[in-house]
């Protein structure tokens, strides 16, 4: 494509936007311009000024950054809190003057979303026991214990993180059919008990351990049990605490699998739940963002309470601690 | 009994040969140094002996019974690693405490000892710190104390001192020599410094390629080396070695090497003779070569290096090779530049076979 078309196309893109949406895309393009434009300026100033522009320069990529990551989510919120048709009015409205709290109610009780919030944290919490239990084991032997085809299994578990969930995901219906699974909590969380992707990172996280602990474990005569609670585990602790993490988020979020395996309203989780509500409120959009916040904020104190884990599970190995 | 034992023991990674059919012994209470340069297979013999390595061949003993099959913890040796090996996420006193919990001592009985233990090594002030907030001192003893407080039959110590920085290792040999003197109990200690080799050691096993070269007290080994390898390992500046063809003339055998002739006495004209080593590697330490207008070697002063206490001369012979001098500071030393001749008395020469590297004569 050429670059001239190529800007054609951004124009055009730009034109169909709502004007409001539009002058906040092109505001936020000249500050991130100006940022970028102050950083690389600010290698050629003096030293003082040039950590001040740097500094400047930066905390105003950010600052976009943020905006265009937390505008949503602000949306949802007052969205939350207008009227029905304020919701849908030109131009968006962007600040609750008469906040209705009523809808948050509303979506709560007709969406019966206190049911739907106890399944998903049921299955989710499942989900996470069961493969940090599972990974954990698995990681263990693939890293410190010697056993015939110890190599071939770890590529085949590897192997199973390659495959896409859409593939194996009529086998799997069926397997939980036949067992009996159908329409139960089984069938929600089994299938998740035990991931490649798991064994993978606490694997890597453990053979990270120096050689000399696990000898001087060995020496001190720590068995198996004794050796990963004491010393294996807390080492790996950031790895571990990162899966969690992610489990957590992936078995929250899950929307196909619950929506198929179940078809009991008294299993279904909060994101077929929200999809009800939707279904049920079609005009009321008010509600429907209201349960929207109402499922999202479990998981936004999640974040906020283990956002330093997160980070240092992503980072952990990068630097030499 | 902490005697430790190992005959004929041969230990083999795939094609390579780490130790190769070693036998040696080291007795209760005995502090025994194995010596050698890195990748000599000294590392090995400790964790065949500590059994986190089984070995090919050959039998190992500690006490009275044969330990082959026996578990590393069963062995009831402990070992101080280079490293330390500090468990990160636990403190000082759980570090120590972790070897008793799993043998299931009881928590009274557990916290004394320990207390007692980092009462010996001054580390009461330390034992809620984790390894992070430790010096490297600190968490040498902590590693240290994790051995003591299990009162093993022995120690391994591979290389405890080298992560120390030079002041504090020799502050922390003369420790260890008191501590095992006290302690009296059975220390394999694994060095590459030839310093702590001769000042640790009751005895002193010299290795390179997996094979003991010597093994005997520190002086037998600096005043007698059994092969041309021991001969320059040990002693700093290292022994001087110049390699010759044993000429006779008038019935007299002597050396002829680039810097002259060196004569020999009757009994090593003997030895060289019935050895049939057709070269002939002659050995005088720095400290045993006089400057001596007699003296058979022409050479010529290159470098002084003045250290206070001691000069060491460095000369030159007409090929190039280098021989160094030891001479007190109160001997007047020649200027750099200088002609000189060396010699040195008889008895104080080592005769080697230049191509077997073994020692000639006694």
Not at chain 1, 119 to 147: D, H, M, P
Not at chain 2, 65 to 73: A, H, I, L, S, T
Not at chain 2, 79 to 97: D, H, K
Not at chain 2, 288 to 307: C, K, N, T
Request: net charge neutral; hydrophobic share 45%; with cysteine.
């Amino acid at each position: 494509m050429s670059a001239e078309h190529g800007t054609g196309t951004v124009a055009t893109a730009l034109g169909t936007l709502a004007p409001g949406f539009r002058d906040f895309l092109v505001g936020a393009g000249i500050v991130v311009v100006a940022g970028t434009v102050l950083l690389v300026l600010s290698r050629r100033a003096s030293p003082t000024h040039r950590r001040q522009a740097a500094l400047v320069g930066r905390y105003l990529l950010l600052v976009v950054l943020a905006v265009i990551v937390l505008f949503p989510l602000y949306i949802t919120v007052v969205d939350s809190l207008l009227q029905p048709d304020q919701v849908v009015a030109k131009p968006p409205i962007l600040f609750p003057t008469h906040p209705q709290w009523s809808s948050y109610a509303t979506a709560w009780t007709q969406g019966h979303l206190g049911r739907y919030l106890l399944n998903s944290f049921v299955v989710t919490g499942v989900i996470v026991v069961g493969e940090l239990v599972t990974s954990i084991a698995a990681a263990y032997a693939f890293a410190f214990l010697r056993f015939p085809f110890r190599k071939t299994l770890f590529v085949v578990f590897l192997a199973t993180m390659m495959v896409p969930v859409e593939v194996t995901f009529l086998t799997n219906l069926n397997t939980v059919v036949s067992l009996g699974w159908y329409n139960t909590y089984f069938g929600l969380t089994i299938p998740f008990l035990a991931t490649g992707f798991g064994a993978f990172l606490v694997r890597q996280a453990f053979l990270g351990l120096p050689g000399d602990l696990r000898d001087a474990a060995e020496l001190d005569g720590a068995n198996h049990w004794q050796f990963l609670r004491e010393v294996a585990l807390p080492v790996a602790r950031p790895a571990v605490a990162a899966l969690g993490i992610f489990s957590f988020f992936s078995a929250f979020g899950q929307y196909l699998w619950p929506l198929i395996v179940t078809k009991d309203d008294r299993l279904r989780t909060v994101t077929i739940g929200l999809k009800f509500l939707a279904n049920s409120q079609l005009n009321n959009f008010n509600v429907i963002f209201a349960g929207t916040v109402l499922a999202a904020l479990p998981l936004f104190i999640l974040l906020v309470v283990f956002e330093k884990q997160l980070v240092r599970g992503l980072t952990a190995g990068a630097v030499k601690g | 009994m902490g005697r430790v034992a190992l005959t004929r023991v041969t230990k083999r990674f795939g094609e390579v040969t780490a130790v190769s059919d070693i036998t040696l012994e080291v007795e209760d209470q005995e502090f025994l140094v194995l010596l050698g340069p890195s990748g000599c297979g000294k590392s090995t013999v400790l964790r065949l002996i500590a059994g986190l390595e089984s070995p090919t061949d050959g039998s190992i003993e500690i006490g009275d019974r044969v330990v082959n099959g026996v578990e590393p913890k069963e062995r009831d040796v402990a070992m101080v690693f280079q490293s330390y090996a500090l468990y990160p996420q636990m403190t000082a006193r759980r570090n120590i405490e972790f070897p008793l919990k799993n043998q299931r001592t009881p928590k009274l009985e557990r916290a004394r000892r320990v207390e007692e233990v980092a009462e010996t090594l001054e580390l009461t002030e330390v034992l809620d710190r984790r390894p992070a907030q430790m010096s490297g001192g600190q968490r040498q003893r902590v590693a240290l104390a994790r051995a003591i407080v299990r009162r093993p039959e022995a120690f391994l110590m591979d290389e405890p001192l080298s992560n120390l920085d030079a002041k504090l290792r020799t502050q922390t040999r003369t420790e260890l020599i008191e501590l095992q003197r006290r302690l009296a109990t059975t220390v394999v200690y694994v060095t590459h410094d030839q310093v702590e080799g001769m000042t640790m050691g009751h005895r002193v096993a010299v290795m390179e390629n997996g094979v003991i070269q010597q093994v005997g007290a520190p002086t037998e080994i600096y005043d007698h080396p059994a092969n041309l390898f021991v001969a320059g390992f040990i002693g700093n500046p290292p022994m001087n070695v110049l390699t010759g063809l044993p000429t006779s003339e008038d019935g007299r055998l002597a050396i002829e090497t680039p810097g002259g002739g060196i004569p020999l006495t009757a009994p090593q004209q003997d030895a060289v003779r019935r050895s049939g080593a057709t070269q002939v590697a002659v050995g005088v330490r720095p400290e045993h070569i006089r400057l001596d207008e007699d003296g058979p070697l022409r050479a010529s002063v290159a470098v002084i290096e003045a250290l206070g206490y001691e000069n060491h001369v460095v000369c030159r012979l007409e090929d190039g090779q280098q021989v160094i001098v030891r001479l007190r500071a109160e001997v007047a030393a020649p200027r750099e530049g200088d002609k000189v001749h060396l010699g040195a008395e008889p008895r104080r020469l080592h005769l080697f076979d230049a191509t077997t590297g073994a020692r000639i004569g006694t």
